[in-house]
């Protein structure tokens, strides 16, 4: 089986400034990795790439197996998930009066854009049975538009959970969330690491959320790859005080990291 995705020697530029110098990175299947690094580090620019809205400069992308350039994006596209507070937004406005429900089921076959076409009873059930995973079962009949950004996120989640999507973009899900909502999210989102042959992308700036089911992360700085490879070779003290310019000590709970500040910013 392909990697799902692959890079190799990437570099952007914009206006003679490096975004990305020298990025290579391969994801195999059933691999999830948590893609970190400060602001402005090049985390979006770095997705934007992956996803085929931006052409680096040189360098080789491969997303399963198929070379850019060689292969229709849009197609591709169909095989990768991406939640973002922005994809939220985007439902409230042309979707928010479709319900929760008709929200969720919309993700088997990743139909943005599309106007909802019904549901079989089979997809009813798993769309019920996703939006158990992020308690909003209850509030699955209430417009999309009537919900916090919270709750909204935690329906995206489980809308990612119908879809068979080779490659799902988790894009600093937990933006917004007070403790037991993440929590609450947290448990979809470890449901949608089990998956075999599929791989997640979770970007955070805060390593408490990854939970159990994430085997790898990638820690940009400045555009270029401080660290990168299993997850606790990447969150480590030393790796985290260089990339967020603060000294950070990490403990781990039963395989979850929790970050604390141990000394005085040097953040500018
Ligand atoms: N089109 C562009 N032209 C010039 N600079 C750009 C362009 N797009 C992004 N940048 C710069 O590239 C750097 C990386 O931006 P990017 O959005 O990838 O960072 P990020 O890691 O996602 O940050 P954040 O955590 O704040 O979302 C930033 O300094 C940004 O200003």
């Known amino acids: 089986m392909p990697a799902i995705v692959e ?36 985390k979006s620019t770095l997705l934007n790439i992956i996803t085929g809205y931006l052409w680096p400069s040189s360098g080789d992308v ?8 060689q292969v229709d994006l849009r197609e591709l596209r169909k095989s990768i998930g991406w939640v973002s507070i922005s994809l939220g937004d985007w439902f409230y406005s042309h979707h928010g009066d479709n319900t929760v429900l ?30 158990k995973a992020v ?47 993440r929590e609450v999210l947290l448990q979809g989102v470890a449901q949608l690491t089990q998956r075999a042959q599929s791989s997640v992308i979770y970007v955070t700036h805060h390593v408490e959320e990854l939970v159990a089911g994430f085997t790898h992360g990638l820690l ?22 260089t990339a967020f310019q603060v000294p950070i000590e990490v403990q781990w709970d039963h395989g979850r990291p929790w970050a604390r500040v141990v000394g005085e910013t040097r953040v500018g």
């Open 135 to 181: 308690h909003m079962v209850d509030k699955a009949d209430r417009p999309f538009r009537v919900l916090s950004q919270g709750e909204r996120q935690r329906v995206l989640v489980a809308r990612a959970y119908m879809a068979n999507f080779q490659l799902l973009i988790l894009d600093e899900p937990c933006t917004g969330l007070d403790i037991p909502s």
């Open 220 to 241: 940009l700085d400045k555009g270029r790859i401080l660290k990168s490879g299993t997850l606790s070779t990447v969150v480590t003290n030393d790796a985290l005080s």
């Open 7 to 42: 890079l190799q020697h990437v570099h952007l530029s914009r206006n003679n400034e490096p975004l990305l110098h020298d990025i290579s990175w391969r994801i195999e299947p059933g691999q999830n990795w948590a893609l970190m690094g400060a602001n402005g580090s090049g």
């Open 62 to 69: 491969r997303v399963m197996g198929h070379a850019f350039g």
């Open 102 to 131: 008709q929200v969720t089921v919309t993700g088997e076959d990743a139909s943005i854009g599309a106007p909802f076409k019904g549901m079989r009873p089979e997809q009813r059930d798993k769309a019920l049975e996703a939006l």
